[in-house]
């Protein structure tokens, strides 16, 4: 089992930035991908951006040159760097975890992220 514990999130201003850290533990050592996924009200979870232990990055299109994913493997945390914020980001982000020996993901319990225009 993976725990995954998120800090960040809140209420900022269109244009404005934000970071998002999550921190894991417990079976980790199979660990080979963490990101960053959002779920708005209504819509389905979709990936915003992950990172391979390798630092392969997957970025969604619409975050594309405004969001940063980054992992201290060793401290097995992954952030994201979160700029000109939009009020469509607007959502809850929650860390996830994938292990090589296994096909699920494990999920943070989810930070709000509440962009005002």
């Known amino acids: 089992q993976v725990q995954l514990v998120e800090a960040g999130g809140g209420l900022v201003q269109a244009g404005g930035s934000l970071r998002l850290s999550c921190a894991a533990s417990?079976?980790?050592?199979?660990?080979?991908?963490m990101g960053w996924y959002r779920q708005a009200p209504g819509k389905q979870r979709e990936l915003v951006a992950t990172m391979s232990n390798g630092g392969y990055t997957t970025y969604a299109a619409s975050v594309k040159g405004r969001f940063t994913v980054s992992r201290d493997n060793a401290q097995n945390t992954v952030d994201l760097q979160m700029n000109s914020l939009k009020p469509e980001d607007t959502s809850s982000y929650y860390c996830?975890?994938?292990?090589?020996?296994?096909?699920?993901?494990?999920w943070g319990q989810g930070t709000q992220v509440t962009v005002s225009s």
């Open positions: 996830a975890a994938h292990r090589r020996d296994e096909s699920r993901l494990y």
């Open positions: 417990g079976s980790i050592f199979s660990i080979n991908e």
